[in-house]
T-cell receptor, first 110, second 115 residues
Framework: KNEVEQSPQNLTAQEGEFITINCSYS?????LHWLQQHPGGGIVSLFMLSSGKKKHGRLIATINIQEKHSSLHITASHPRDSAVYIC????????????FGTGTRLTIIP | DVKVTQSSRYLVKRTGEKVFLECVQD?????MFWYRQDPGLGLRLIYFSYDVKMKEKGDIPEGYSVSREKKERFSLILESASTNQTSMYLC??????????????FGPGTRLTVL
């Protein structure tokens, strides 16, 4: 069964701390996505990766294809970063479906 | 600005009622999806449509049906609502795979409670 696992499930940190959220998957993928969900439900796409590293502002996403692992980093964390972060993968190129991790709930305390 | 809208943010229905959840996208996307999201389980795919009048079952289609009569609109139907269908329902859309590598655009969600 194709699976996606995230860790930790919950993370609480002080404002300014460096944050790392991890995602591992069971078999080869065509692409990996990091998504953000704020309280109230709306989900936005942060990154889409098939190799290497991407950076957007204080957010950095990396992927190691050989180890089947991705990390999302947040530098200089801020209370507005508090959200659920979700990893999702597409296992087959030509298959439009995504398989989602269960999410990491991040809380940044001022 | 791209947009996926859902007909209701909150909905309360009674057991046995027929429930319609509507989703509209203004991006001319081919693919549309219905998910439900439950604590500890993540997003699970209910149904998927890749074209008008075309649909595919997802991982948990039991108790649900869908309709896609127009490209921009994808409806989820609960024929006879049950309490175990209380959940957050999220609609998403995406353009053709070759363009997007599966990037999906999500609606705000409908929190459905079945009493």
């Amino acid at each position: 069964k194709n699976e996606v696992e995230q860790s930790p499930q919950n993370l609480t940190a002080q404002e300014g701390e460096f944050i790392t959220i991890n995602c591992s998957y069971s078999v080869g993928i065509s692409a990996l996505h990091w998504l953000q969900q704020h309280p109230g439900g709306g989900i936005v796409s942060l990154f889409m990766l098939s190799s290497g590293k991407k950076k957007h502002g204080r957010l950095i996403a990396t992927i190691n294809i050989q180890e089947k692992h991705s990390s999302l980093h947040i530098t200089a964390s801020h209370p507005r970063d508090s959200a659920v972060y979700i990893c999702a993968v597409s296992f087959d190129f030509g298959n439009e479906k995504l398989t989602f991790g269960t999410g990491t709930r991040l809380t940044i305390i001022p | 600005d791209v947009k996926v809208t859902q007909s209701s943010r909150y909905l309360v229905k009674r057991t046995g009622e027929k429930v319609f959840l509507e989703c509209v996208q203004d991006m001319d996307h081919e693919n549309m999806f219905w998910y439900r999201q439950d604590p500890g389980l993540g997003l699970r795919l209910i149904y998927f449509s890749y074209d008008v009048k075309m649909k595919e079952k997802g991982d948990i289609p039991e108790g649900y049906s869908v309709s896609r009569e127009k490209k921009e609109r994808f409806s989820l139907i609960l024929e006879s609502a049950s309490t175990n269908q209380t959940s957050m329902y999220l609609c998403a859309s995406s353009p053709l795979l070759a363009v997007s590598y599966n990037e999906q655009f999500f609606g705000p969600g409908t929190r459905l409670t079945v009493l």
